[in-house]
């Protein structure tokens, strides 16, 4: 029997869904699940995106190059925009018996579902209440451009037919609760299949 090998959480979901803010409370919970943050080519939002470090920006160039040289475990394009996970990282790390989280969209988790990478799976959707709810979170965001937000929502639409992929669906209603679901999916999951 090889060593034991980690659990590599994947937390998907619309833009708006509440997403982020619920990965940053989990992590506060599971200090040795180890962040992984996702390349991306779009730029920062604002100075403190740059610095939050869910990111690491690059340019368009450079992920090509990434992508020529198989540096991604899987990647996507999303609202015209390059994202990808790092595969040596990502790898080292499951090999290493570590458990891994980290964010990507639905593209992501398809190429994973096919792919080996040395770990265990676990993908995780979370969901907005509504539409309206969400549409109306990314309008409080205010960060995206009219035809910017028109795409993303559209892009929901489209994610919601590949709810199957997924091992677990939690409906964000209340970030606390939500947080109690996703740990205790995060602390059924570590100790074992
Ligand atoms: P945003 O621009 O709103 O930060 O992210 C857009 C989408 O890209 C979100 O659904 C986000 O989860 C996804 N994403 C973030 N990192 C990755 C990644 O490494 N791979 C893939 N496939 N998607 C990602």
Do not use: H, W
Not at 141 to 164: F, K, Y
């Amino acid at each position: 029997m090889g060593a034991k090998k980690g659990v590599f959480f994947v937390i998907c979901g619309p833009s708006g869904a509440g997403k982020t803010t619920l990965v940053t409370r989990v992590r506060r919970r599971f200090p040795d699940l180890v962040y992984v943050p996702s390349y991306t080519s779009r730029p920062p939002r604002s100075p403190r995106e740059l610095r939050a470090g869910r990111y690491r920006f690059i340019s368009k160039e450079e992920f090509e190059r990434c992508i020529r040289q198989s540096g991604f475990l899987e990647y996507a394009v999303y609202a015209g925009n390059y994202y990808g996970t790092p595969r040596a990282e990502v790898q080292r790390l499951l090999a290493a018996g570590r458990d891994v989280i980290k964010e990507a969209d639905v593209q992501g988790v398809q190429q994973l579902r096919r792919r080996r990478f040395g770990g265990r799976l676990v993908a995780i959707f979370i969901l907005p209440p509504s539409l309206k709810e969400l549409e109306d979170r990314l309008d409080r965001r205010g960060t995206e451009s009219a035809a910017a937000r028109r795409q993303r929502l559209e892009r929901v639409l489209d994610e919601l037919g590949a709810l199957d992929l997924f091992d677990y669906i939690v409906i964000n209603r209340r970030i606390a609760q939500s947080v109690e679901r996703l740990s205790a999916i995060i602390k059924a999951e570590r100790q074992g299949p």
